[in-house]
């Protein structure tokens, strides 16, 4: 079997390093979503494919390709795609753990969200996000090195597959939530959350989790719990592994 591990937005794969150097196996894989910092596959227009529709055929390749049981963990955006994936292709999981990204009907989008899916205004906060600017913004939850290094593979090919991705997903919750609710309990699973996110509150770390019958890890930290509570982290998805 093998952990696929997939990184939200504006993360890269090496999101997970930590989490990875710690969860006491070697069987793991951290995807490279396409436009964010990797080669593009051919013909790809961000500003037409880089869709949650998209991205969620292009994981469900990368599984099937590897052809076997997944153990399957996603952050943010990857906590999004990994409810789509575990709920339209369970037959690819063994287990899955997801947290920081709510698929849910009653959840409202953040404020930046909903700058970025706004036409014009999304390209203006875009033109403004400099690399300066967004180490200074992630500093106070992962410190100044960590946010350096995000901040860093923030390129404008990454911006407009975010605006994409994002203007994609206005209604996500109300799409998909009746196919996560209907997968339940079926496959083992974990919800891993920041006690105290300001992008997707814990309530709906808890809702998911009653929804689908999964362990509950609340985590004394922002968003970014892959990168500011890795150990705990690491911790909460080796409890699942085991249980499986």
Known sequence: ?????????????????????????????????????????????????????FYTGWIIEQLERIGEPIDLVGHDWGALLAQRVASVRPDLLRTWACGGGPIDATYVWHETAKAWQTPELGEQIMEAMT????????????????????????????KRCILTLYRSAID??????????????????????????I???????????TRIGA??????????????????????LRDLWERA
């Open 131 to 158: 690399e300066g600017v967004l180490a200074v913004a992630f500093t106070s939850e992962v410190g100044a090195t960590a946010a350096a290094r995000m901040a860093s593979h923030i390129d404008d090919m990454m």
């Open 172 to 197: 996500v919750g109300a799409e998909w939530q009746p196919a996560v609710d209907a997968l339940g309990d079926t496959l083992p699973a974990a919800v891993i959350w920041g006690a105290n996110d």
């Open 1 to 53: 079997m093998t952990a696929v591990f997939i990184h939200g937005v504006p993360e890269t794969a090496e999101i997970w390093d930590e989490i990875r150097a710690n969860c006491a196996r070697s069987d793991t894989i951290a995807l490279e979503l396409p436009g964010f910092g990797t080669p593009l596959p051919d013909g790809f227009v961000p500003e037409v494919d880089a869709t949650k529709e």
């Open 215 to 236: 362990s509950l890890h609340v985590l004394d930290c922002g968003h970014f719990w892959p990168l500011a509570a890795p150990l705990a982290a690491a911790d909460a």
């Open 199 to 209: 992008y997707a509150p814990p309530l709906m770390g808890e809702r998911l989790a």
